[in-house]
C-alpha cells in the first residue's frame, strides 16, 4: 500500500469512544469492510505480502478476523480455518485461556485443522496487546507447521502489541494508529 491508499483506508475506520468500557477509543473495522475501495486496496495488499510464501492455511480468528482471513485464503488458494470462542466448533479442539484488554477469554481450533505441511497466516483485523493473537500463536504452533505468520490490517502502536511475539515470527500490520 502506498502513502495516499493508506490514508484512504485510515479515513474510513470509525472511531467509537468510551467502547467498551469508558476511556477507551475503539477502532471499527466495519466501516473499512463495508467501503469496497478500502476493502480492495486491504485486500490487494494483504494478498502482495503473502503471494509468494507456500501458504497452505490461513487462520482467522473471531469474529473480524474470518473477514480478512477468508478473503486472503481464496485469493491465495489456501484453505480457511475458523479459530473461535468456546463451544462453536462442532470436532474435537484444543484451547487456550488468555488474559486481554478487558478480562479472560479461551480460543479453540480443531485438533485436525493443521498439519505439519502447512505453512500458515494467523489473521485478525487489529492488534491491540496481541494477548489473543498470542493464544492462537501458540494453539498453532503446537500443531507443529513448516511456519507461521501474523498479519493484521492495522494496529495500535501506543499499546506495544508486537512485544509480545517471539522476535524470530514475522508480525505484519498494513498500517497503524498511534
Known amino acids: ?16 469512544p468510551d467502547f467498551p468500557e469508558p476511556g477507551i477509543q475503539f477502532k471499527d473495522l466495519t466501516t473499512l469492510f463495508k467501503n469496497p475501495a478500502a476493502l480492495g486496496i486491504v485486500r490487494q495488499a494483504m494478498v502482495d ?9 490461513v487462520v482467522g480468528i473471531e469474529a ?17 480455518v475458523p479459530l473461535r470462542k468456546p463451544g462453536k466448533l462442532p470436532a474435537e479442539t484444543i484451547k487456550k485461556s488468555y488474559a486481554k484488554e478487558y478480562g479472560t477469554d479461551t480460543i479453540e481450533i480443531h485438533r485436525d485443522a493443521i498439519t505439519p505441511d502447512d505453512v500458515v497466516v494467523l489473521h485478525d483485523d487489529l492488534l491491540a496487546t496481541g494477548g489473543t493473537m498470542m493464544a492462537a ?3 498453532v504452533k503446537a500443531m507443529n507447521p513448516k511456519k ?8 495500535l ?3 506495544h502489541g508486537r512485544d509480545v511475539f517471539p522476535k524470530d515470527v514475522e508480525v505484519t500490520t498494513l498500517f497503524d494508529f498511534d
Do not use: P, S
Open 137 to 139: 500463536y501458540e494453539l
Open 1 to 16: 500500500m502506498n502513502k495516499e491508499e493508506i490514508e484512504k483506508v485510515k479515513a474510513v475506520v470509525r472511531n467509537v
Open 49 to 57: 505480502l503473502y503471494r509468494d510464501k507456500g501458504v497452505t492455511k
Open 64 to 80: 473480524r478476523g474470518f473477514i480478512g482471513g477468508a478473503i486472503l485464503a481464496a485469493d491465495l488458494d489456501a484453505g480457511f
Open 148 to 155: 507461521i505468520y501474523l498479519n493484521f490490517i492495522c494496529g
Open 157 to 159: 502502536t501506543a499499546l
